[in-house]
């Protein structure tokens, strides 16, 4: 049997085919590559298609820098557009790519990407060449407020003897970590310096020296949110059971490929779900404690090299540490009760936020679609209408749609990229998901979302535990 043929029953098995790189001349159809994913194909190689050549990842998922979750879940896939999304052409992880090709992939017409997917590539290489520069003049304004605000809190916890001036102080510490936690999303996605090493040590700086909120943790999170946007299995940003559910399809205990575990509708979600709509706004307020919980646990599980480890965990002792100090400096225990919570519930701005811009928008079952990445995009983002002077307060995350369609985008260039070049994109291509409101409407939306979900929980049988294993 010649490479990539069939036998007799007609199947090809991929098994008998030469995976080595040098096999360049081997063809791959879009079914043989979607065979080879992670989770039915266990013990096959891990296929992916870019562009018009197949790449076997097996060797790479491990040590993937962003995380093992994102190759697992496109193994098998079509991964140009989410590839692209997070790599430049030039870069390290392209030139890493390349190397596992193991040959071609063979289309049919019915496989091929839309003219629109072909039209946002052009689009994004156009604008990597132009748009993704960062104009440092803004990072230096935002320095100077977040100096300011960290200076304010302190002075007022340390300088001033009244509870009005300490509780001031917790407010703009609060704005502090609410603004500070937007540059570690841009860190994060590589669009300060787009450079790897440089946007992950701000990352340290900002995410978890600021604001104990692990650089690490928030990586292997938020790229896989990107990548498969509302995915109800795959999709972390929206898998909050048993405290929240944002469609009844989490009622029939999904199973979660982020989490690898099955995400429970039991008698104690049941409770929690049923008036989610009225703990919504309480539970943001405090949500950084679970951010610190799930960075603690993240760095201590997760593989790592021993000194990133060492890094990670020495960056967050700082955080604790300067904190902790501040609060013992307050003279009662009162008061550091109350600076505690009144802090973390300004600063738990940013998760409204984040949620506002993905909850009430549509949910989808399994793993992305091949040549569906602006479609998923589309469907699980909605942008936030606000006037050009308040973009300082919510910090790029108004422009969920653009920012999902191209990650490592500047903050301060989305507005223009916005109006110039994806809305007359999408008005070209017939592109009618294309949703954003205020930020006011935005929370009734949300506030709608957990109330339905709420209700349709109350007529939902609640699963006993036995049930599962």
Avoid at 21 to 44: F, G, I, L, R
Avoid at 93 to 100: G, P, R
Avoid at 272 to 279: A, G, N, R
Avoid at 406 to 417: A, G, I, Q, S
Wanted: hydrophobic fraction near 40%.
């Amino acid at each position: 049997m010649g490479k990539g043929g069939k036998d007799a029953s007609g199947s090809s098995p991929i098994t008998n085919v030469d995976m080595s790189p040098a096999s360049t001349a081997t063809t791959y159809t879009v079914s043989q590559v979607n065979e080879c994913d992670h989770m039915t194909a266990k013990d096959s190689p891990k296929l992916v298609i870019f562009g018009d050549d197949v790449y076997d990842i097996s060797s790479w998922i491990s040590k993937h820098p962003g995380g093992e979750t994102v190759l697992k879940q496109y193994s098998g896939r079509d991964i140009t557009d989410a590839f692209r999304a997070y790599h430049s052409e030039s870069g390290k992880a392209m030139k890493t790519l390349k190397s596992m090709r193991v040959g071609a992939v063979q289309r049919k017409i019915s496989e091929e990407a839309p003219q629109h997917l072909h039209d946002f590539r052009e689009l994004v290489k156009t604008a990597e060449n132009a748009e993704f520069k960062t104009d440092y003049k803004h990072y230096y304004a935002i320095a100077i407020r977040l100096v300011s605000l960290l200076a304010v809190a302190i002075h007022l916890v340390v300088n001033k003897e009244d509870t009005f001036s300490h509780m001031l102080g917790a407010v703009s510490l609060g704005m502090f970590w609410q603004q500070s936690m937007f540059i570690g999303h841009d860190a994060g996605h590589c669009a300060v310096t787009h450079n790897r090493k440089l946007d992950t040590a701000i990352g340290w700086l900002i995410g978890n020296m600021c604001n104990g909120v692990g650089i690490s943790w928030w990586s292997s999170t938020h790229n896989v949110h990107h990548c498969a946007v509302n995915s109800l299995e795959c999709d972390p940003d929206i898998q909050h059971m048993p405290i929240l559910a944002v469609t009844r399809k989490y009622f029939e205990s999904v199973y979660s490929l982020y989490h690898n575990r099955q995400l429970k509708f039991d008698w104690l979600a049941k409770k929690f779900v049923s008036v989610q709509h009225y703990t919504f706004y309480p539970i943001m307020a405090v949500a950084r404690v679970n951010l610190y919980a799930q960075t603690l646990i993240h760095c201590a599980t997760v593989k790592m090299s021993k000194k990133q480890r060492v890094i990670e965990f020495a960056t967050l002792g700082f955080y604790f540490a300067w904190y902790s100090t501040l609060v013992s400096m307050l003279p009662t225990a009162g008061e550091k009760w109350a600076f505690f919570f009144l802090s973390h519930a300004i600063g738990g701005i940013i998760h409204v936020q984040i949620c506002l811009s993905h909850f009430s928008r549509d949910v989808f079952d399994g793993i992305p679609k091949n040549n569906e990445w602006i479609e998923m995009q589309l469907a699980g983002t909605m942008d936030i209408e606000c006037p050009k002077y308040l973009d300082w307060f919510h910090g790029g995350l108004q422009f969920q749609v653009e920012h999902h369609l191209c990650p490592r985008l500047p903050r301060h260039k989305l507005r223009d990229f916005r109006e110039e070049v994806i809305k007359p994109y999408a008005k070209k291509n017939g592109l009618k998901n294309f949703h954003s409101v205020g930020f006011f409407e935005a929370n009734v939306q949300v506030w709608k979302t957990l109330k339905k979900a709420a209700s349709q929980s109350v007529l939902s049988p609640a699963f006993s535990t036995e049930n599962y294993i």
